[in-house]
């Protein structure tokens, strides 16, 4: 059975531009929420004092920044993948052509860099103890072991979001899932790994911190997770097709993805 629409290939400037946006709008909130919650010179850490409930508000202010992207003119038009994991499921999957996959994936770690510059002179000293925001394995934790971990959560994470974009009255919901979803695995995760789920995340506070220790794991754990999940979703599932390519998906916009659900054309 053939796509209604197919990948688009050509030059999209603005799509490319909304996961600039987005991911910018991701790490500069979600990791501003991170150094509000746990600088002892905050509120905060007074206020709450349980680190396991501030690790899950974290996750939910975290999460919540990317899944409001999803549902606003912005997401609605790139899809707001903002994490080149979810991106190469999608790419994996056909659903974005390859052209518009690696733009994507460069759109997301700009966003990313730029929106950690944005947090060092934002937050200034507040940041340095948590080294403006990088991830790295827990004191004692391999780093092969960690790259496991970050391969696992973001396997659930994209596992998640491929189920609900395959039953067309649960599509429209993803946005929440994804935001229930890495919000659980921010709170069980992060002490372990920091909960990156994101090469794009890591990235930008390793760049920024000129500190590229064990970057690799978040480089190969996450995007592996996103290989095992679309793996397990073909086995499972091999006829089922993707309702569309993007976290949220409204037909009043033009999509250069594929998907199953009508979109503006694209011109």
Excluded at 35 to 57: G, K, N, T
Excluded at 162 to 186: M, R, Y
């Amino acid at each position: 059975m053939d796509l209604i629409r197919q990948p688009h290939k050509g030059v999209h400037l603005e799509e490319w531009l909304c996961e600039f946006i987005g991911t910018f709008i991701l790490i500069a909130g979600g990791l501003s929420a991170v150094f509000f919650d746990f600088s002892p010179e905050l509120p905060m850490s007074h206020i709450v004092a349980s680190h396991s409930l501030r690790l899950l508000i974290t996750g939910l202010i975290f999460a919540g920044f990317g899944s409001l992207v999803a549902v606003t003119p912005i997401g609605k038009l790139s899809g707001a993948h903002l994490n080149p994991s979810v991106t190469l499921g999608f790419w994996l999957k056909r659903y974005i052509h390859t052209i518009d996959a690696i733009a994507y994936i460069i759109a997301q770690a700009g966003g990313a860099i730029t929106a950690s510059v944005f947090l060092k002179f934002m937050w200034g000293n507040l940041a340095k103890p948590f080294n403006y925001g990088i991830t790295q394995p827990a004191h004692g934790l391999p780093a092969w072991q960690a790259m496991l971990i970050e391969m696992l959560m973001t396997s659930i994470l994209v596992t998640t979001i491929l189920w609900f974009l395959a039953h067309q009255k649960l599509s429209q919901f993803t946005p929440l899932a994804v935001w229930i979803v890495v919000a659980l695995l921010v709170w069980q995760g992060a002490p372990y790994t920091g909960a990156s789920l994101n090469p794009a995340r890591s990235l930008g506070p390793a760049v920024i911190s000129h500190d590229y220790t064990n970057i690799w794991v978040y480089f190969i754990g996450p995007p592996l997770g996103a290989v095992v999940a679309v793996a397990a979703f073909v086995v499972h599932s091999p006829k089922r097709l993707l309702t569309s390519a993007k976290m949220f998906h409204d037909p009043k916009y033009r999509s250069i993805l594929a998907g199953t659900l009508p979109s503006r054309s694209v011109d």
